[in-house]
């Protein structure tokens, strides 16, 4: 009985210290960690979707609302787009949500009227189909020649 009592403390200690290490070399491995690749990854992701999308569309229509717009835009083809929001566009159109005139191009434009679109990036999006997007994300909106 006191020799089973003897291997019952000598394994519940080793036990013991084998999962103190395992602790400690994880907080090590994860304190160890290259700072350095961490930011490079990091700063590459933010880089990749910072750049602006750049896509042509045809507007289907303009609706106002007070000083409220709505651009509606469809037949979307990306020319540059690192942030790849396209494949959302294509299919459906979108939707610009403007507060004002917000650009001097847009006075110009009718329905049928061919767009050259730049879009900040990350842009906030809806879900909705068609997606719309707040207006404070468009760069540039340029009458196309046609």
């Known amino acids: 009985m006191k020799a089973i009592k003897n291997i019952s403390v000598i394994l519940l200690g080793f036990l013991f210290l084998t999962a103190c290490s395992s602790s400690k070399n994880q907080a090590e491995s994860s304190e160890t960690s290259d700072p350095e690749a961490t930011n490079a990854t990091t700063e590459a992701t933010t880089e990749a979707t910072e750049k602006p999308a750049k896509f042509s569309a045809t507007v289907s229509s303009i609706e106002l609302e007070g000083d409220n717009k709505q651009l509606v835009l469809v037949d979307v083809v990306a020319s540059k787009d690192s942030g790849d929001i396209s494949a959302s566009l294509e299919s459906d159109g979108v939707i610009f949500n403007l507060e004002g005139d917000e650009s001097p191009e847009l006075s110009k434009l ?37």
């Open 110 to 146: 009718s329905a049928g009227s061919k767009v050259q679109v730049t879009v900040s990036m990350p842009a906030i999006m809806t879900m909705s189909i068609p997606p719309q997007i707040p207006g404070r994300f468009i760069e540039e909106i340029k009458l196309l020649d046609e």
